[in-house]
T-cell receptor
């Protein structure tokens, strides 16, 4: 079993739809949970960062962490064509004084006008 | 603005010709990372530094080397690039659990 599992999609939705992106993980040592957005041919951009179970909201984006189920989600409300990108979940645990990030494979999202 | 800067954004090299990619950061973070990302794949960690302490991943090819002369700069050297090394190379820094990525350098090997 891989440490982080993410459905690669692709996912195609109409503009205005609610999008749900999910990852599961197996390593209970993970302490930090992140979602990155990556546009084509660009570096990943940090979208959301959480370190505890529960919900965190930022504008149209909500990150949800359920440590008991080892499951994280990213919800996008009122999706826009500009949200079309690959979304990578990532999680980390401190190892020897530095954080090592483990990424999901990424989900490619297309929002159609 | 504080950021992670990578140069060049695009690099073309010939098979077997050494190439160096550079990264600088104005975030003053202790930890810096180099990742390789191939098309439709997640970034793959090559190296990371905690201050000047160097750590390479077990499966990072010997062809890849890294240098960090000071807190702000980090270099990735590819001694003899092969066709399979064509990829996006991402530099990142981290603070308190989250990582911040540069825009990447796309390497083409001819």
């Amino acid at each position: 079993q891989k440490e982080v599992e993410q459905d690669p999609g692709p996912l195609s939705v109409p503009e205005g739809a609610i999008v749900s992106l999910n990852c599961t993980y197996s390593n209970s040592a993970f302490q930090y949970f992140m979602w990155y957005r990556q546009y084509s041919r660009k570096g990943p951009e940090l979208l959301m960062y959480t370190y505890s179970s529960g919900n965190k909201e930022d504008g149209r984006f909500t990150a949800q962490v359920d440590k008991s189920s080892k499951y994280i989600s990213l919800f996008i409300r009122d999706s826009q064509p500009s949200d079309s990108a690959t979304y990578l979940c990532a999680m980390s645990a401190f190892q020897g004084g530095s954080e090592k990030l483990v990424f999901g494979k990424g989900t490619k999202l297309t929002v159609n006008p | 603005d504080a950021m992670v800067i990578q140069n060049p954004r695009y690099q073309v090299t010939q098979f077997g010709k050494p190439v160096t990619l550079s990264c600088s950061q104005t975030l003053n973070h202790n930890v810096m990372y180099w990742y390789q990302q191939k098309s439709s794949q997640a970034p793959k960690l090559l190296f990371h530094y905690y201050d000047k302490d160097f750590n390479n991943e077990a499966d990072t090819p010997d062809n890849f080397q890294s240098r960090r002369p000071n807190t702000s700069f980090c270099f990735l050297d590819i001694r003899s690039p092969g066709l399979g090394d064509a990829a996006m190379y991402l530099c990142a820094t981290s603070s308190q659990g989250s990582q911040y990525f540069g825009p990447g350098t796309r390497l083409l090997v001819l």
